[in-house]
């Protein structure tokens, strides 16, 4: 069993500060990895967690949407090829962290849509965009994707299970995705924030979970300095109502940027996610030990906290 005492990191709370140098050039029509769209680490941990689990590994594809809402600037999206008896896919929305592309976190794409997910990575307007317009992303994002489900011109269209949505964040966007989860309640099954920073740039936290509802999986690390635990990811966690079900994972080593294209454990953290979706959007009630505090001591020891309120 894991220690239930955080790692209370000191110092002062530094300035956010996130970017990583990633460009691609841009897609055609549903195009596949035989161009290298796609990043391999996350079709590979696709693979990994689709034999763990026992599901359904499916091909995936990318698309590029035209985007015409003010709220975000671009999409790509990638899904899985299904066949057309196939039920409609669950769909996950998800937004970067400040100073950030949607390109720095490419793999999460591939991971996600190997198990039957719609996964749709968006650029915000600015770079510099705020907590509040990454909430707003978010809440565009999945009417966005809802929207698709019903677009005949899209390859998306009836592919969309439009009461098995999740949304995504890191940094300052998984801030954005805990107040996006509180106004978008039970229309979402889950919120993942990864490495989440909790306010505006230097600003004192100002929100309010005591309405949040939505399952929620927080990925920390211990070693965070641009987003220490105490003052962000395990205080976030602790605002959370004890009646929502909650976990807050908590890496013993990784940098702010854990969950981005590279990250030190891409294969854990994808797993526990998918596990966490899979749980929540699918029912599959299996899983749950995945994502349970009482782990084997090989798995146990990459945390520095864990916790797991059901």
């Known amino acids: 069993m894991i220690s239930r005492t955080s790692r209370i990191l000191g110092g002062a709370l530094i300035s956010l500060t996130f970017l990583l140098a990633a460009t691609l050039a841009q897609s055609s029509f549903a ?10 680490e996350g079709r590979q941990i696709g693979f990994a967690a689709g034999r763990e689990f026992d599901e359904r590994i499916f091909e995936v594809r990318t698309y590029d949407p035209s985007v015409d809402v003010a709220e ?10 299904t066949l057309s008896f196939d039920a409609p896919n669950g769909a996950i929305a998800f937004v970067p962290g400040y100073l950030a592309s949607k390109d720095n976190y490419e793999w999460w794409g591939p991971a996600l849509a190997s198990l039957g997910y719609v996964v749709m990575i968006v650029d915000t307007n600015a770079p510099d965009s705020s907590l509040d317009d990454r909430k707003q992303a978010l809440i565009a994002g999945v009417e966005f994707l809802k929207n698709e489900n019903n677009n005949s011109d899209s390859p998306l269209n009836n592919k969309i299970d439009g009461s098995k949505i999740a949304i995504m964040g890191h940094s300052m966007g998984a801030g954005g995705a805990l107040e996006a989860a509180v106004e978008l309640g039970d229309s979402i099954k889950a919120v993942i924030p990864l490495t989440p920073y909790c306010c505006e740039p230097g600003q004192p936290y100002a929100g309010d979970l005591s309405a949040l509802t939505v399952p929620t999986l927080i990925i920390a690390s211990a070693e965070d300095t641009v987003a220490p635990p105490a003052d962000h990811a395990r205080m976030l966690y602790d605002a959370i109502p004890a009646s929502t079900a909650k976990v807050y994972m908590e890496f013993a080593t990784g940098s702010h940027n854990l969950p981005a294209n590279g990250g030190p454990d891409l294969q854990t953290l994808g797993m526990a996610s998918l596990a966490f979706l899979k749980v929540h959007l699918d029912g599959r009630d299996n899983l749950a030990s995945y994502i349970d505090a009482d782990m084997e ?6 945390y520095s906290t864990y916790l797991s309120n059901p």
């Open 31 to 40: 195009q596949d990895n035989s161009a290298g769209r796609y990043r391999p």
């Open 72 to 81: 975000f600037a671009s999409a790509t999206i990638f899904y899985p090829l």
């Open 297 to 302: 001591a090989d798995m146990a020891a990459k």
